[in-house]
């Protein structure tokens, strides 16, 4: 997907007035603020009125006062009325302890800037992965106001490490810190042009039925969530008062069935037979133990623990339900809505990805 920071910063310019800091892993602000501009420009959200509003900040997640000197911490705390906490480190093969620095230990640092001069709302991006749903027999539901599971049914250190982070958030706003927490699932590209992170899971799985002329025969249903209604909800949900201190579902409200991703991608000129899951984990493993080419080779270790098919967290149950009622009330006076994944915008995602020389195009 377009990375969510990126979708947001676009949001918060196009629907607020304010000023914007943004953290940026940088050598100066001058810096911060060319790697900003080029990353904008890659995915066509740049336009030149921006740099007035932005405000680039070097510093680092995983360091101590986000890696900033103390008298700078300081001044941004004072100058700064809200904050929005989306980034993350995302790797569903490390362990805890790789992503904990960053994923643990900067949710610490935003809140300790929160509290610092004066209070100031915080509104987390954590994710739906912090649910141990898949741990759920039969059918499992998914509430926005659900307590957190154990972790030791969490099957990733991402996962984990974002466990703790919202176990952490859940002790801020029990000392009155005004914390709201968004937990999307799978996020896909832009709606209107189709502009995608490659590497995002979702895409990686396309591109490896392709590379293999087969997927997994599942009845899986997948939440499917383009990255531009998830930023404009987001920055929507934020500004309604009545909306702090609780957790939102952003997803797509229209769950769609892994089969008819195959079907679909069949439809396009695709040759894809499908197989039974653990038929599939062997033939995968048995290909990328011959070559690295795979979209899915750095995700195998995890793919052949335990994953059928979409789901990087272990077994999952026949069917997952996911609750947005939180989210569809606090959006139903909005002009926000969710695009359906449906033929059109399939169609513009493959354009994207074929174009970009992702995907290979398809026989005649």
């Known amino acids: 997907v377009i990375p969510g920071g990126l979708a947001l910063l676009d949001e918060l310019l196009h629907q607020t007035r304010g000023i914007i800091y943004c953290l940026v892993r940088s050598s100066d602000a001058e810096d911060g603020m060319k790697r900003l501009k080029s990353n904008m420009e890659s995915y066509g959200l740049w336009a030149s009125s921006m740099a007035a509003r932005i405000r680039p900040v070097p510093g680092d997640l995983s360091l101590p006062l986000l890696g900033l000197e103390p008298e700078q ?28 620095a960053v994923n643990v230990q900067g949710t610490k640092e935003v809140l300790r800037l929160a ?36 972790y030791e049914n969490l099957h990733s250190g991402y996962r984990q490490s974002k466990w703790v982070a919202e176990k952490i958030i859940q002790l801020a706003q029990s000392r009155g810190i005004p914390v709201s927490v968004y937990r999307p699932g799978y996020i896909v590209g832009h709606s209107a042009t189709g502009a995608c992170n490659t590497n995002d899971l979702v895409f990686r799985m396309l591109k490896a039925w392709i590379q293999l002329g087969i997927a997994p025969e599942v009845n899986e249903s997948v939440y499917l969530t383009p990255v531009d209604y998830l930023s404009r909800a987001l920055v929507a949900i934020s500004r309604d008062r009545e909306s702090t201190g609780k ?49 899915l080779y750095p995700l195998l270790p ?36 969710c695009p359906a994944i449906n033929h059109e915008l399939l169609e513009t995602y493959f354009s994207y990805l074929t174009r970009s020389g992702f995907l290979p195009p398809p026989k005649a």
């Open 302 to 337: 995890r793919l052949l623990e335990d994953t059928p098919s979409l789901q990087p967290q272990g077994p999952s149950p026949q069917e997952i339900v996911i609750d947005c009622r939180n989210t569809t009330a606090a959006l139903a006076q909005s002009s926000v809505t």
């Open 73 to 100: 911490f300081k001044m941004l705390a004072q100058e700064v009325d809200l904050i929005f906490h989306n980034g993350s480190q995302v790797n569903f093969v490390q362990p805890y302890h790789a992503l904990k």
């Open 115 to 150: 509290v610092l001069r004066k209070v100031k709302p915080v509104h987390y991006v954590s994710t739906i992965a912090t649910l141990d749903l898949a741990a759920r027999p039969g059918l499992a539901v998914g509430f926005e106001e659900d307590k957190l599971g154990r």
């Open 247 to 295: 957790a939102f579902h952003v997803i797509n409200p229209v769950a769609t069935k892994v089969r008819a991703l195959i079907d679909w991608t069949r439809s396009k000129g695709y040759s894809i037979e499908t197989l039974p899951p653990e038929q599939w984990r062997r033939v995968l493993s048995d290909v990328v133990a011959h070559t690295q080419e795979n979209a």
